[in-house]
């Protein structure tokens, strides 16, 4: 008996708390409904200037800015040199049989700095066409993407075979007919991405060329010499490590691959 009354007390108090709660919650929601009425503060509105262009709140152009930003990433993946130069360089890895040496977080680093030097051109010219314009308000948000997009677009399509152009154009239902410039984004996109992945594995695979010769060397000797329990690899990476080196391999393949993308 006495254990049903302090549970029925119990219940009876989490009540009172939640309908105080619900209470608190109501009146900060209609005082702060009832400040931004008289602010008059937009939160998402959408206008026409006197030029015909169309002008943004500054919520939705602070929503706008934070979702480039999370898919700044992909963007970076997916737009720029970064695809090539990170496959070459873990073919390349493969090809040593360093294993995980250099890390991960070193190739991306390199790979990173390698897709900054090649894309600062382009970059620059976004800053001063699209990106100062938009800042001293010469030029509507709108203008500012397509004007941006531009050497974006040009840079891609420098890099993007045309076999490749006219497969995604298909499956697209877009119809190619020679004019680069007016090809939508969803085919240009996927199009230089796959253009990327043949340009990186031929890349890699004449990376591979001398590295496969020496171990084919190696296994031969350690067969002749009777040496068939002994892993080739074991004796080959010291002398792959070495030519490596002494051919100075990673500032050959930068520059390769910095050249690679000559426009």
Do not use: H
Request: charged share 15%; glycine share 4%.
């Amino acid at each position: 008996m006495l254990l049903c009354r302090f549970v029925e007390l119990k219940q009876s108090k989490r009540k009172l708390f939640i309908m105080r709660k619900l209470f608190f919650i109501t009146i900060l929601s209609l005082i702060s409904s009832s400040a931004l009425g008289q602010a008059g503060v937009p939160l998402l509105n959408i206008s026409e200037n006197a030029a015909g262009g169309t002008e943004y709140s500054l919520t939705l152009q602070v929503l706008i800015l934070m979702t480039v930003l999370t898919l700044l990433p992909s963007l970076l993946i997916m737009m720029t040199s970064f695809v090539r130069i990170i496959i070459v360089m873990s073919l390349l890895r493969q090809a040593i049989g360093t294993a995980q040496t250099p890390p991960n977080i070193v190739l991306i680093g390199i790979s990173l700095f390698l897709t900054f030097f090649i894309m600062s051109p382009i970059l620059q010219t976004v800053y001063n066409d699209a990106a100062v314009p938009y800042i001293e308000e010469q030029i509507s948000a709108e203008e500012a993407i397509d004007v941006a997009l531009s050497p974006i677009r040009t840079f891609m399509i420098t890099q993007t075979r045309e076999d490749d152009l006219m497969i995604f154009s298909d499956i697209g239902e877009y119809e190619y007919d020679g004019d680069e410039e007016t090809i939508p984004l969803s085919v240009l996109i996927p199009s230089f991405m796959t253009s990327e992945l043949k340009t990186a594995f031929t890349i890699g695979f004449l990376i591979y060329i001398p590295f496969v010769i020496i171990d084919l060397i190696v296994a031969s000797v350690l067969m002749s010499m009777g040496m068939m329990m002994l892993s080739p690899m074991m004796i080959s990476m010291p002398f792959k490590l070495m030519l490596f080196v002494l051919a100075d391999g990673w500032i050959l393949i930068m520059q390769s691959l910095t050249a690679s993308f000559a426009l």
